[in-house]
């Protein structure tokens, strides 16, 4: 079935260092990526998505690119906030209408001052 | 405009007691989710729903039940709580081929 893998954390870093949270999946046919973000204390958001192979998705000047070749989605930040500190979600769906998700166990990012 | 709401926030059970989580959504999408979310196992998907009256099961079904009987509300039952559904729980919508918006969740604590 499908799956996916990122890397453990906790990650510790300081303001404006660069960022990097690596994300790999398992999976039959073409599926969608997204990376979700979960704040202290709420539900999860999407950050940003690629449904499709060399697609780069962006928001917030978090950036991911869709490798197909690797079956890789590796999320990266230039240089990351405090307010950045949260539980970082890869998931993946297939090309259903229902998205049924299936996420990484999560990593949690702590930026310091 | 509330978005997914999630009632109870906090609920603690005993085993063999039952309970129905509520959520809601105002967004008028057609479909809608229960995940559960435990340490170290980011979330799984326990049901879902593809419109008004139909449930599909996801991952992990067993220990619950679901039912739609209104687009807007999606209701988790737990018929007889064990520990082991000891989580926090999250109910997002989302129309067709579109991102999934997320409830604030229910933690749920089984003794």
């Known amino acids: 079935g499908n799956s996916v893998t990122q890397m453990e954390g906790p990650v510790t870093l300081s303001e404006e260092a660069f960022l990097t949270i690596n994300c790999t999946y398992t999976?039959?046919?073409?599926?969608?990526l997204f990376w979700y973000v979960q704040y202290p204390g709420e539900g999860l958001q999407l950050l940003l998505k690629?449904?499709?192979?060399?697609d780069k998705g962006s928001n917030k000047g978090f950036e991911a690119t869709y490798r197909k070749e690797t079956t890789s989605f590796h999320l990266e930040k230039g240089s990351v906030q405090v307010s950045d500190s949260a539980v970082y979600f890869c998931?993946?769906?297939?090309?259903?209408?229902?998205?049924?998700?299936?996420f990484g166990q999560g990593t949690r990012l702590t930026i310091n001052p | 405009n509330a978005g997914v709401t999630q009632t109870p926030k906090f609920r603690v059970l005993k085993t063999g007691q039952s309970m129905t989580l509520l959520c809601a959504q105002d967004?008028?999408?057609?479909?809608m989710y229960w995940y559960r979310q435990d340490p170290g196992m980011g979330l799984r998907l326990i049901h879902y729903s593809v419109g008004e009256g139909t449930t599909a099961k996801g991952e992990v079904p067993d220990g619950y039940n679901v039912s739609r009987l209104k687009k807007q509300n999606f209701l988790l039952g737990l018929e007889s709580a064990a520990p082991s559904q000891t989580s926090v729980y999250f109910c997002?919508?989302?129309?067709?081929?579109?991102?999934?918006?997320f409830g604030p969740g229910t933690r749920l604590t089984v003794l």
């Open positions: 967004m008028n999408h057609e479909y």
């Open positions: 998931a993946l769906s297939d090309q259903g209408g229902a998205q049924k998700l299936v």
């Open positions: 997002a919508s989302s129309r067709a081929y579109n991102e999934q918006f």
């Open positions: 690629a449904t499709k192979a060399d």
């Open positions: 999976a039959t046919g073409y599926p969608s």
